[in-house]
């Protein structure tokens, strides 16, 4: 991989942007080959948490606007429309992906940066980081979620001060806002993340993945079909080897082994 590295750390999963020289902005290939990535990772017991970030400068700048303009100068049909069926395609694979994930934010998060934070599960921030929509300056607008995920998370009249300024908001006010979980210091940073997702380890994979798609549903779905997709989903669980292991171990007094099964 060029675009994005991967390490795994005992049960978490690191995924590092990898543009320094264009502050990690996004591009064809580096939607490309995250979307290839999670494929990879969806069906394996571990890593049991993921964990995306970039580096001190930045987490990413958004959207690489240079790539964009060279492809339009190629004459390539409608390379916009293209690359935003990409991170689309990333971005909701993410909010969807059946672990747990969380972005550590360093540096600038502008743009589709901050839209690829939106999509994932948690936040936690440095104190150097830098966060805004900022595509209404050169006329165009979050096209990456943004518009729909940020007023789910922070209200809508908050939401709207931030997609109509374009201006980054202060890193302790989006902490009282619910957008950031946790405000720590750079050096801190990757260790603080493991450590805010240290008690999703203990969770059986398949309920946690139930639980993550029941609660997106949620923002989508009236009371009583959440409540029937629930118990449906509640009913097969507890035929899983998952569910009959945690039984076993809360009525043995141990520490239940998971499988994903």
Not at 77 to 95: A, C, H, R, S, W
Not at 244 to 260: L, S, T, V, Y
Request: include cysteine; proline fraction near 4%.
């Amino acid at each position: 991989m060029e675009t994005i590295s991967y390490e795994q750390e005992g049960l978490y999963g690191i995924i590092r942007l990898n543009r320094p020289d264009v502050l990690n902005a996004l591009n064809d290939a580096l939607c490309e080959e995250f979307i290839d990535l999670l494929n990879k990772l969806e069906d394996e017991i571990e890593p049991r948490v993921l964990i995306i970030t970039g580096n001190e400068r930045a987490f990413s700048a958004g959207a690489d606007l240079k790539s964009l303009l060279a492809m339009q100068q190629l004459g390539k049909l409608n390379p916009t429309e293209e690359f935003l069926g990409k991170v689309k395609t990333l971005f909701n694979k993410i909010e969807r992906y059946s672990k747990p994930v969380i972005a550590a934010i360093d540096g600038i998060a502008y743009g589709g940066g901050c839209e690829l934070a939106l999509s994932c599960d948690f936040r936690i921030a440095s104190t150097k980081a830098r966060i805004c929509l900022s595509e209404v300056k050169i006329g165009v607008l979050p096209a990456g979620g943004g518009t729909q995920r940020l007023p789910r998370l922070i209200g809508l009249s908050r939401a709207k001060y931030m997609l109509l300024s374009g201006e980054p908001i202060e890193i302790n006010t989006l902490y009282d806002w619910g957008l950031l979980h946790e405000v720590v210091s750079s050096d801190e940073l990757l260790s603080k993340a493991k450590e805010f997702a240290a008690p999703f380890l203990n969770g059986a994979p398949l309920a946690q993945k139930a639980i993550k798609n029941l609660a997106l549903s949620s923002t989508n779905t009236d009371l009583d079909s959440g409540l029937e997709i629930e118990k449906l989903l509640s009913n097969n669980l507890h035929h899983s080897n998952d569910a009959k292991e945690g039984i076993a171990a809360f009525n043995q007094k141990r520490k239940p082994i998971f499988q994903g099964k």
